[in-house]
């Protein structure tokens, strides 16, 4: 994730941008640092919340913002609507993409995360895209259906359209062995945009 933002990271310019589950806040530091215009809202539940502080504070981005989102919960001080009216109220804008990292973790919270994802856009940005990094750990596994009763649609974005090279992230000194699973490991993991039924995908 942190390399496909630093590819397309003219995308962010002026933009409002939300990480869910950001936790080390790569992808958010990542745009911080390459696209100061941006505007960063990073969330993740508020056990780790102090960890996202930290990160944001060691890199010195002052300006963004920093929100405890509990996902598919409303009406509550950490709900994704919660969030919506300070962002409307407070910047005048709307929530322009939407990143996570391996957000698709733990298979009883998908639907919660999808729920927040299109209330998002259904309520507030139909505009809105959603960016995450989805690891095959299980071909029982599916979100389609999940997409379907929300009204949203994924596509799978290609590794070479940002230059993405799994070589990188194999240790050279590992033994064959290991180098196999970790090259595994990586062809796992996909990347998704996630938007509205009626929205185009970009290209």
């Known amino acids: 994730m942190g390399e496909f933002v630093w590819h397309q990271r003219d995308l962010f310019k002026n933009k409002t941008v939300l990480e869910l589950g950001a936790g080390t806040s ?4 990542v745009i911080g640092k390459s696209t100061p215009s941006a505007h960063l809202i990073l969330s993740d539940i508020p056990e780790i919340l102090p960890v996202v502080r930290s990160c944001i504070t060691l890199n010195d981005m002052h ?6 989102i509990e996902w598919g919960q ?4 950490n709900s994704v609507d919660t969030l919506i009216d300070r962002v409307e109220k ?8 939407i990143l996570g990292s391996d957000t698709f973790y733990e298979p009883s919270q998908f639907e919660n995360l999808l729920v927040t994802v299109s209330f998002i856009i259904q309520k507030h940005n ?12 299980s071909p029982k596994r599916s979100i389609q259906y999940l997409l379907d009763k929300w009204k949203l ?14 070589l990188k992230y194999i240790d050279n000194e590992d033994d064959e062995s290991e180098a196999k699973v970790n090259a595994g ?11 509205s039924i009626e929205l185009p995908f970009t290209q």
């Open 26 to 29: 790569i992808p958010s530091i």
């Open 63 to 68: 300006g963004a913002w920093i929100q405890a």
């Open 74 to 77: 409303f009406g509550a001080e």
């Open 90 to 97: 407070e910047r005048n804008t709307k929530i322009d993409y």
């Open 126 to 137: 139909g505009s809105c895209r959603f960016y995450t990094t989805y690891q095959e750990r």
């Open 153 to 166: 649609k994924c596509r799978q974005i290609s590794k070479e359209s940002f230059q993405f090279d799994e």
């Open 185 to 195: 490991t990586l062809s796992s993991v996909f990347l998704l945009e996630i938007t």
